[in-house]
């Protein structure tokens, strides 16, 4: 998703038909609908379209974003979790980009080129990385107002270190790595609020 939020690639690289990945299998069958009933004396689901038994029955219904609590994370964030998702990341970098180019007033200008990532995840550290390149590498030489030192992308996390579930090896190297790209990064702060500006 956060290549598809910077441009890197189009959806039909990140999106893989269920029906093609699956279809070799004898014992795989996809039914699509809506679980209307789960009947677990009979071991069967009753959808709106289908019924099927089971032996055995997983319930995976899928995840919601977590915004901690942060005041106006929620209504001013752009979430990076969804195909859609990606899509307005990257319309939102480009429609920022295009205003910035607008623009005379320099300072105008880089407010309208500061890009914040909160988590220090694998997630938020690939956008990071992305973006990054997306900038210095299709943007900035298209564009006659738009500097590299211009843009300011800055990552937040809250622990120690970014990709923390990593060793703390590869971590530092990745911190390092960003910071190459341009990269400003937070560690242990926490994000309070999120306005609208």
């Known amino acids: 998703l956060h290549e598809v939020a910077t441009g890197g690639v189009s959806r039909h690289n990140v999106v893989y038909s269920i029906h093609k990945l699956l279809n070799h299998s004898k014992r795989f069958s996809f039914l699509k609908g809506t679980v209307k009933n789960i009947d677990t004396k009979k071991k069967m689901v009753v959808a709106d379209t289908f019924k099927t038994n089971y ?4 319930l995976a219904t899928g995840s919601k974003i977590n915004f901690f609590n942060i005041s106006g994370a929620e209504t001013n ?3 990076l979790r ?3 998702d990606a899509y307005m990341v990257r319309n939102r970098v480009i429609s920022q980009i295009e205003l910035a180019e607008e623009t005379n007033d320099s300072e105008k200008r880089k407010k309208l080129l500061s890009f914040v990532i909160v988590g220090g995840g694998a997630t ?3 956008l990071a990385g ?3 390149e997306y900038i210095n590498t299709v943007i900035t030489p298209q564009y006659k107002r738009v500097k590299r030192q211009d843009v300011s992308i800055q990552l937040i996390h809250r622990r120690k270190e ?3 579930m990593l060793p703390e090896y590869y971590s530092k190297k990745c911190r390092q790595q960003l910071e190459k790209l341009g990269v400003k990064i937070h560690l242990t702060c926490d994000v309070k ?3 609208k500006e």
């Open 77 to 79: 964030a752009f979430p």
């Open 55 to 58: 032996d055995l029955l997983i």
């Open 82 to 84: 969804t195909l859609h």
């Open 130 to 132: 992305e973006l990054s």
């Open 193 to 195: 609020e999120v306005g």
């Open 162 to 164: 970014i990709l923390n």
């Open 124 to 126: 938020g550290v690939e």
